[in-house]
């Protein structure tokens, strides 16, 4: 290894990674070391305009230590999981070089260097937003951009995998399938793209923050849970889900809202009986959640056909896809009808694509308070200030990407320390 200053120099590279809602949901494993799922399931990619996590990896000989901060503060790397995306990435590193800075990188090199990384998420980290799918995505394929790994993306996929399971999904954007695998060393399960984010490029996704804390119950322990004692989770798994997979690949590729759906909400469903099925049972969603689900069931049955699908992962945050944006608009004031925000701001209550605002009619809250009551609901007279923190307007996202500007970087370019530490 040479440079310029021999030992001063300090390799970086960023990059950024959506974060992915399963569809068809990852829950339990059948080798916890390795994060094989009993099942197949199916995500879709958010915009990481929205939801992502920016990562930045360096490495110098200047480094003492493998480090990690993560918004802003300092986590240790022991975990196992990390270690694993660590020695996977080193292990398939190539040679490098820098001329203008006189980097030289040899393959074998790259075992003696230390690393450190700086993550920062662009939303509640622990929440049930599949912060930490986000998160080891985006290491694998920083660490793999830095290091010269030139494996395809399912390969890198796998790597992510053993990090986070649903970390594989957000190597792809728009929908994702992970393949499960029947391979005892876990090659062969791995993420695959189903379609890409412009195939259905109609769909307005809402997500509505219910709480932004920690979760009581890790989606790690609770699936060792579920596994162990929810006779439920072996039967979906072996008979249900296999058929609702082909099912949902079908609705995908034919852009079939209805069937999309259906699929959506009653695979969310299950999960959630599963996770009640579990002993001592576990509970995602509150009050909020099921009143969320009420007021989207009701209008799906005035309507006569779907025109909005729910999905809750391992928290108590709906996700909502509306089939096209002007159901997306009906649904945003319904749901303000009934939620509206504690602050005046109502631009500081929505989050992405705050167009939808204007396009729904509400600029001020009082806009808001003059809203009709959904004709069909039944409870007008009730509703649940400031019970939803925020809202995010999304819609389909693409996959990971290096980010070239070095002022969006995490760590300064001459120290390695996260910039303002």
Known sequence: MASEEEGQWVLMATGRSPTNIAVIKYWGKRDEALILPVNDSISVTLDPDHLSATTTVAVSPSFSADRMWLNGKEISLSGGRFQSCLREIRKRARDFEDEKKGIKIKKEDWEKLHVHIASYNNFPTAAGLAS??????????????????????????????????????????????????????????????????????????????????????????????????????????????????????????????????????????????????????????????????????????????????????????AVLIAWDRKTAVLLLQKLLYYFPPQDKDLSSYLVGDKSILSDAGLHSIEDVEALPAPPEMKMHDQKFKGDVSYFICSRLGAGPKAVADESQALLDSVTGIPKGV
């Open 132 to 317: 930490s799918a986000a998160g080891f995505a985006c290491l694998v394929f920083t660490l793999g951009k830095l290091m010269n790994v030139k494996e395809d993306y399912g390969e890198l996929s796998s790597i992510a995998r053993q990090g986070s399971g649903s970390a594989c999904r957000s190597i792809y954007g728009g929908f994702v399938k992970w393949c499960m695998g029947k391979k005892d060393d876990g090659s062969d399960s791995i993420a695959v793209q189903l379609a890409d984010e412009a195939h259905w490029k109609d769909l307005v996704i809402i997500i509505a923050v219910v709480s932004s804390k920690q979760k009581e119950t890790s989606s790690t322990s609770g699936m060792r849970d579920s596994v162990e004692t929810s006779p439920l989770l072996q039967y979906r798994a072996q008979t249900v889900v296999p058929s609702r997979v082909l099912k949902m690949e079908e609705a995908i590729k034919n852009h079939d809202f209805e069937l999309f759906a259906k699929l959506t909400c009653a695979d969310s469903n299950q999960f959630h009986a599963v996770c009640l099925d579990t002993s001592p049972p576990i509970f995602y969603m509150n009050d909020t959640s099921h009143r969320i689900i009420g007021l989207v069931e009701k209008w799906n049955h005035s309507e006569g056909c779907p025109q909005v699908a729910y999905t809750f992962d391992a928290g108590p945050n």
